[in-house]
């Protein structure tokens, strides 16, 4: 059974920065894709960025494409840089991993972090 620890969420204004951290134990396969995903209050969950730890390519949402970077240390540990922030970034925000190679359904999830842009 994987275990999902997200850290690094808080309250920041309008155009700041956070960096979101998420590390991933108990794998048996350790190379399926990781990604974020953000549930804005009152909607339903949506997937923000997305890698591939195999070849380090990426996915994002259009809407924080130049903003948010996603990347990874090593098998188990994946970030999310997202500078300038704006009102519509938050939400709680889940690191999941991917059910096989691909970033498109997830098995496992995270408890989510909560991320506020706020002045």
């Known amino acids: 059974q994987l275990h999902i620890v997200e850290s690094g969420g808080g309250l920041v204004q309008p155009g700041g920065s956070l960096r979101l951290s998420c590390t991933v134990s108990g794998f048996t396969e350790p190379y399926y894709p990781i990604g974020w995903f953000r549930q804005a209050p009152g909607k339903g969950r949506k997937g923000v960025a997305c890698?591939?730890?195999?070849?380090?390519?990426t996915d994002y949402l259009d809407s924080v494409k130049g903003r948010f970077t996603i990347s990874s240390d090593n098998h188990n540990t994946v970030h999310l840089q997202m500078n300038g922030l704006k009102s519509e970034d938050t939400g709680i925000y889940h690191c999941?991993?991917?059910?096989?190679?691909?970033?498109?359904?997830?098995?496992?999830w995270g408890q989510g972090i909560q991320v506020t842009v706020s002045s």
């Open positions: 890698i591939d730890i195999k070849d380090g390519g």
């Open positions: 999941a991993v991917a059910a096989d190679h691909e970033c498109l359904e997830f098995e496992y």
